[in-house]
T-cell receptor, first 111, second 119 residues
C-alpha cells in the first residue's frame, strides 16, 4: 500500500523556468511533509518541509504548497537551475520521526 | 558537518552467504539510526530503527532474524543480511540522528547507500 505517491517518474524543464513536482498521499493522519533531493551515489538531503497546519512554506527558490483537502503537495522551484537536476522525494510523517517516502521524480533542468 | 558514510558502496555475494553493511556518523554522535531499503523505481522503505545500546525496532514484515542490526556505539550501526538470496538484492541506505539535533524529523542525515546484488 503506497501511502505517498509521486506519479511522475521524470520531469524535464528549461533553465530559468519553473519546476513543479507533485506528490499525493492517502493517509489523512500525516501531519508533517518533507522534500528531499538526491544526487547519484549520495544520500538524500533535506530540502524543505511543511507542517499540516500550513498551506505554504517558502525558502529561497523553493516553495512547498499543501492542499490538505486534496491530500496533495507540490514543490515549486523558481528559477530552475542545472544544479537542481536530481531525484526529488517527498516524504510524510505521522506524529513522529518515521518517514514514509514517495517513489521519487527525476528532475532534469536543461540549458 | 553531519556526514554519514556507508561501507561498502556496492557488494556482490553468492546466495546463502551473509553480508555486513556499515553505517558511520563521521562528525556527530548518532543516538538513533534508521535502515531503509529501496527497490528500483520504488520508495525508500523503512526497515528498522536502532537506538544506541538497545535492540532495533523492526517495521512490520521485516524479518529481524534475517536482517540483523547492531548499534553498539554512537558512531556505528551495522546491518547484516544473513543467508542472502537473490530477492534480497536491493539498495540499502541508512540515516542517522543525534542528541545535538533539535529532534525534528528532517534532521536525519542519510548515507550514500549500498547496492547489494545476490547471485
Amino acid at each position: 500500500d503506497q501511502q505517498v505517491k509521486q506519479n511522475s517518474p521524470s520531469l524535464s524543464v528549461q533553465e530559468g523556468r519553473i519546476s513543479i513536482l507533485n506528490c499525493d498521499y492517502t493517509n489523512s493522519m500525516f501531519d508533517y511533509f518533507l522534500w528531499y533531493k538526491k544526487y547519484p551515489a549520495e544520500g538524500p538531503t533535506f530540502l524543505i518541509s511543511i507542517s499540516s497546519i500550513k498551506d505554504k512554506n517558502e525558502d529561497g527558490r523553493f516553495t512547498v504548497f499543501l492542499n490538505k483537502s486534496a491530500k496533495h503537495l507540490s514543490l515549486h522551484i523558481v528559477p530552475s537551475q542545472p544544479g537542481d537536476s536530481a531525484v526529488y522525494f517527498c516524504a510524510a510523517s505521522e506524529g513522529g520521526n518515521k518517514l514514509t517516502f514517495g517513489t521519487g521524480t527525476q528532475l532534469k533542468v536543461e540549458l | 558537518g553531519a556526514v554519514v558514510s556507508q561501507h561498502p558502496s556496492w557488494v556482490i555475494c553468492k546466495s546463502g552467504t551473509s553480508v555486513k553493511i556499515e553505517c558511520r556518523s563521521l562528525d556527530f554522535q548518532a543516538t538513533t539510526m534508521f535502515w531503509y531499503r529501496q527497490f528500483p523505481k520504488q520508495s525508500l522503505m523503512l526497515m528498522a530503527t536502532s537506538n544506541e545500546g538497545s535492540k532495533a525496532t523492526y517495521e512490520q514484515g521485516v524479518e529481524k532474524d534475517k536482517f540483523l542490526i547492531n548499534h553498539a556505539s554512537l558512531t556505528l550501526s551495522t546491518l547484516t543480511v544473513t543467508s542472502a538470496h537473490p530477492e534480497d538484492s536491493s539498495f540499502y541506505i541508512c540515516s542517522a540522528s543525534g542528541p545535538g539535533f533539535s529532534g525534528k524529523i528532517y534532521e536525519q542525515y542519510f548515507g550514500p547507500g549500498t547496492r547489494l546484488t545476490v547471485t
